[in-house]
C-alpha cells in the first residue's frame, strides 16, 4: 500500500515530518491552511528574525522554491495559475532588489524590458499562423522586398508566433520547411513569385507585418490582409506610368549626362515607348519577354544615331542612348546582388551579380547593334563619325623633313598625333560636343536648374514604382533622395571624382536618414530609401561619360560595355558599404529591435 505525503515548511532547525493520509487533514480549512504554509514555530520564528538579513535569503529562496514546486498538488487551475504568476512577480522583485537565482542576462532582460514578444490577445491556430508565414513570403517577392532582409523577416515572424520554421531563400524562390518536434515530422513548403517594386504596397505590408508581430492584428486577419494587397490593381494604368517615365528619363538626361533641351525630349520619348513595350507586349508575351531588353537597346540606339548623324550635331548620341535606357539598367539588381554577398548570402548573391552583370552585355550589345545597324544603310554617316573620331586627337603616317639648313633637323618618319588639348577639353561634356557659340537650347543646362529638376525627379521616380501621392512617405522620399544627391555632387567636387567613392558618400547619407527616421517614427525606411538609393546608380554611371560614347567605333563601344559592368559594381560596392555603415552606426544606439529589420 503506497503512502502519500504532503511536505511542510519548517524550520532550519526541525526536522521534516510525513503525515499518512489518515493523519492528513480532510476539512476544507484544514485544506486552505496547507495551501498558506506556515513559517514555523515560535521558536523558530524569533530565532530567524534574530538573524541577519543576508543569513535569512536562502531560506526565503527556499520557501519559495517550495512553494512553486507545490502547484502539482492543487486541482483547481485557476488557483494554480494565480499562485504561478504570484511567484513570478516575487522573483521579478527579487531581480530588482539585486538577489535572484536567475541568470544575468535575465536580469538584464527583466530590468530593461527587453523580453521577446509573446502573442497573448490574438491566439490562433499552428494552420492559420502557418498560413500567415507562407503569404508573407509571396507578398515579400512579389512586391520587390529587400531580398538580404527576408529570411530575417521571416525567422522573426516564425519566432514571435511560436513556430519551427528554416526558410532558404533563392531569387524569385523561398523554401519554407516547418518541423515538428512532437513527431519528429517535417513540412517543405515552396513559395514563388516574381515582381517589381511597389513602394505603398511594401509600405502596408510592413505595417500587417508589425501588427501582427505587436499582437494588434490576428494571424488570420494579417492573411486577408495580404491577400488584399496580392489582388490589388496598380494605383496607376499604363499611360500615366509612361508619363512618369518620360519625365524621369528627361530629367536624368540634363542631370547625369550633359544633354540640351533638345536630347531632353528625346530621351524622354525613347524611355516612354520603352515603359509600354515592357508592361503591355513583355508582360503578355513570354517569347518577346526573353529579348525585351535587346530589342529596346537596338530600337533607342538606332533613333540615336539616326538623330546624331543630322547635319551640325544638333542632337548628342552619348545622352539620348544612355538616357533612353536608363530605366531598365540592373542597378537595383546589381545593388541588392552586393547587400546579399556583404551579408553572407553567397548563392544568391553570387547568382544575380552575375545575371546583373551578363545583362549589363546584352544592353550593350544593342546599344552596339542599333547603332551600327543605322550606319549601314548610310554610309555617308559612317564618314561623319570617322571624321568626329577626330575630334580629340589627330592621326598621320609620315615624314618630317627640313626645308632648308637653318635648322638642321634630322629626318623623321613614322606615325604622328596631334591633340588641341584646349579645345576639346573644355567643348566635349560627357561625350557631347557643345561649342560656346550656339544657342542656349543646345548647351548643358546650368547648375542652378538642378535646385527644382532633382526634387521633379524624385517625386516621378517614387510614382513611378507604385508610391500613393497621397501619403506622408512621399515628401519624405523626395527630402532623402535630394539629400543623398547633394551629397553625391559634393562629393565629386570636393573629394574624389571614382565612382565607388562618390556613391558611399551619398549612401551614408540616405543610409542615416532613413534609419533614423525608422527608430524614431516608425516609418518603414526601406521604401523612404529606395529612391534615393536608385539616383545614385544613374548619377554615379554619369560621372563616368555615359553608358555609350559619341566618337567611338563599333569594336570600342562593345569594349565599354565591360566597362560599363565595371562601373554599376564599383557603385554597388560603394553603396553597399555606405548603407552599412548608416545602419550600424544608427543601431548601435538604444534598444534592440525584436523583428526584422526592413531596411537595405
Known amino acids: 500500500m503506497s503512502t502519500t505525503c504532503w511536505k511542510l515548511p519548517l524550520s532550519p532547525w526541525s526536522s521534516p515530518v510525513a503525515l499518512s493520509p489518515a493523519a492528513a487533514p480532510s476539512s476544507a480549512p484544514q485544506e486552505k491552511q496547507e495551501r498558506t504554509p506556515r513559517e514555523g514555530g515560535i521558536v523558530s520564528t524569533l530565532l530567524n528574525l534574530s538573524l541577519p538579513r543576508r543569513a535569512r535569503r536562502p531560506q526565503a529562496s527556499a520557501r519559495r522554491e517550495s512553494a512553486g514546486s507545490d502547484n502539482s498538488v492543487f ?107 512532437e513527431t519528429r515530422t517535417s513540412e517543405v513548403t515552396f513559395v514563388r513569385a516574381g515582381g517589381r517594386v511597389a513602394l ?77 513595350l515592357g508592361l503591355r507586349a513583355a508582360a503578355k508575351s513570354s517569347i518577346y519577354a526573353n529579348v525585351y531588353e535587346i530589342s529596346v537597346s537596338i530600337i533607342v540606339s538606332f533613333l540615336a544615331r539616326v538623330l546624331g548623324s543630322v547635319p551640325g550635331e544638333i542632337f548628342c548620341y552619348s545622352s539620348i542612348s544612355s538616357a533612353g535606357v536608363v530605366l531598365i539598367l540592373p542597378g537595383f539588381t546589381i545593388l541588392t546582388s552586393a547587400l546579399e554577398l556583404a551579408s553572407r548570402n553567397i548563392m544568391c548573391g553570387s547568382v544575380r551579380m552575375v545575371y546583373a552583370i551578363i545583362y549589363t552585355l546584352f544592353l550593350g550589345f544593342g546599344l552596339t547593334i542599333g547603332s551600327d545597324f543605322y550606319l549601314l544603310f548610310n554610309p555617308e554617316a559612317r564618314h561623319v563619325q570617322a571624321a568626329t573620331d577626330r575630334l580629340e586627337a589627330h592621326t598621320y603616317h609620315g615624314a618630317i623633313i627640313g626645308n632648308n639648313d637653318s635648322l638642321p633637323l634630322a629626318q623623321l618618319s613614322g606615325t604622328f598625333s596631334f591633340t588641341d588639348v584646349g579645345q576639346t577639353a573644355s567643348h566635349v561634356i ?85 534609419n533614423i527616421y525608422s527608430r524614431i517614427v516608425g516609418g518603414t525606411a526601406f521604401t523612404s530609401m529606395v529612391t534615393g538609393v536608385l ?66
Open 535 to 600: 539616383f545614385l546608380v544613374p548619377s554615379a554611371i554619369g560621372n563616368g561619360g555615359g553608358l555609350i560614347q559619341s566618337y567611338n567605333t563599333s569594336s570600342q563601344q562593345y569594349s565599354n560595355s565591360f566597362d560599363l559592368g565595371i562601373r554599376m559594381i564599383e557603385v554597388a560596392i560603394g553603396v553597399t558599404i555606405g548603407l552599412f555603415a548608416a545602419q550600424m552606426t544608427v543601431y548601435s544606439m538604444g534598444r534592440r529591435k525584436n523583428a526584422g529589420h526592413f531596411a537595405f
Open 75 to 181: 486541482s483547481d487551475t485557476g488557483r494554480s495559475m494565480r499562485r504561478d504568476s504570484s511567484v513570478a512577480s516575487e522573483s521579478e522583485g527579487d531581480i530588482e532588489k539585486g538577489h535572484s537565482k536567475h541568470s544575468y542576462r535575465d536580469k538584464v532582460m527583466l530590468r530593461r524590458g527587453r523580453k521577446r514578444r509573446e502573442i497573448v490577445r490574438h491566439v490562433e491556430s499552428y494552420v492559420r499562423r502557418q498560413k500567415f508565414i507562407l503569404k508573407l513570403a509571396k507578398t515579400l517577392l512579389t512586391f520587390g522586398a529587400p531580398s538580404h532582409r527576408i529570411e530575417s523577416q521571416l525567422e522573426s515572424a516564425s519566432a514571435i508566433l511560436k513556430m519551427e520554421a528554416r526558410f532558404v531563400h533563392f531569387p524569385n524562390l523561398i523554401i519554407v520547411t516547418f518541423l515538428d518536434s
Open 430 to 514: 560627357k561625350g557631347c560636343y557643345r561649342d560656346p557659340q550656339w544657342p542656349w537650347w543646345r548647351q548643358p543646362f546650368p547648375w542652378w536648374t538642378a535646385l527644382f529638376l532633382v526634387p521633379l525627379y524624385s517625386l516621378c521616380s517614387s510614382l513611378a514604382n507604385l508610391q500613393a501621392v497621397r501619403s506622408i512617405q512621399l515628401p519624405i522620399m523626395v527630402a532623402f533622395s535630394c539629400a543623398a544627391y547633394a551629397a553625391n555632387r559634393g562629393a565629386n567636387v570636393l573629394i574624389s571624382d571614382r565612382p565607388d567613392i562618390v556613391s558611399a558618400f551619398g549612401a551614408v547619407i540616405i543610409g542615416l536618414c532613413g
Open 200 to 276: 505603398t504596397a511594401l509600405n502596408n505590408i510592413h505595417v500587417i507585418y508589425r501588427d501582427v508581430l505587436h499582437d494588434k492584428l490576428s494571424a488570420s486577419e494579417g492573411t486577408e490582409e495580404l491577400n488584399k494587397l496580392l489582388r490589388s490593381r496598380p494605383l496607376y494604368n499604363i499611360y500615366v506610368r509612361c508619363l512618369f517615365a518620360f519625365t524621369c528619363a528627361s530629367i536624368i538626361c540634363v542631370l547625369a549626362f550633359g544633354g540640351s533641351l533638345l536630347d531632353m525630349f528625346i530621351s524622354g520619348a525613347s524611355a516612354s515607348v520603352l515603359q509600354y
